[in-house]
T-cell receptor, first 111, second 114 residues
């Protein structure tokens, strides 16, 4: 059973607008959540993370929101830029367990 | 540049052949991981090594073996390749097994089994 779910395989957004990528999880033991960005022919790179004791973490244009009661997190990118076009993976961990990844969402930012 | 180095970048194997994917990191990380990425399946953990001298199975270990040769190197071996093992393989490392600092990934090995 999939523990981390990204139900939108793809998303298209106009340049300058907000991109919102969503992620749901089923394991209530998860206490740390991360977003990774992946360009073609490259490995994933760490983007932003959030601990379960917080509900928001911001880093420049990127903000992650966590709703523990709904087991849901989202990544907001404002404003979206063409260079943000990539596949975004949501990942989660509990304690010292390895990261569990979602299937990814392909973001296309249209100029 | 410091990071995770994977070799080879591309490989084509015939069914039944064996090969070893190499991974080395120069960040003095304790933990290392092997993931595979398949279309529509995201990243799935094959094996990991929490520290030198230890290895553990992940979500999809069947058909693979691993060796943590030393602190820097973590190899993945396919003893008898099958078409179902066609995938992109990523090695990653982290300071400890905890996720707080995230993982650093290599650029991947694209493997095709025919």
């Amino acid at each position: 059973d999939q523990q981390v779910k990204q139900n939108s395989p793809s998303l298209s957004v106009q340049e300058g607008r907000i991109s919102i990528l969503n992620c749901d999880y089923t394991n209530s033991m998860f206490d740390y959540f991360l977003w990774y960005k992946k360009y073609p022919a490259e490995g994933p790179t760490f983007l932003i993370s959030i601990s379960s004791i917080k509900d928001k973490n911001e880093d420049g244009r990127f903000t992650v929101f966590l709703n523990k009661s709904a087991k849901h997190l989202s990544l907001h990118i404002v404003p979206s830029q063409p260079g943000d076009s990539a596949v975004y993976f949501c990942a989660a961990s509990s304690g010292n367990t390895p990261l569990v990844f979602g299937k990814g969402t392909r973001l296309s930012v249209i100029a | 540049n410091a990071g995770v180095t994977q070799t080879p970048k591309f490989q084509v194997l015939k069914t039944g052949q064996s090969m070893t994917l190499q991974c080395a990191q120069d960040m003095n990380h304790n933990s290392m991981y092997w993931y595979r990425q398949d279309p529509g399946m995201g990243l799935r953990l094959i094996y990991y090594s929490a520290s030198e001298g230890t290895t553990d199975k992940g979500e999809v270990p069947n058909g693979y073996n691993v060796s943590r040769l030393n602190k820097r190197e973590f190899s993945l071996r396919l003893e008898s390749a099958a078409p179902s093992q066609t995938s992109v393989y990523f090695c990653a490392s982290s300071p400890t097994q905890g996720a707080i600092r995230g993982y650093t990934f290599g650029s991947g090995t694209r493997l095709t089994v025919v």
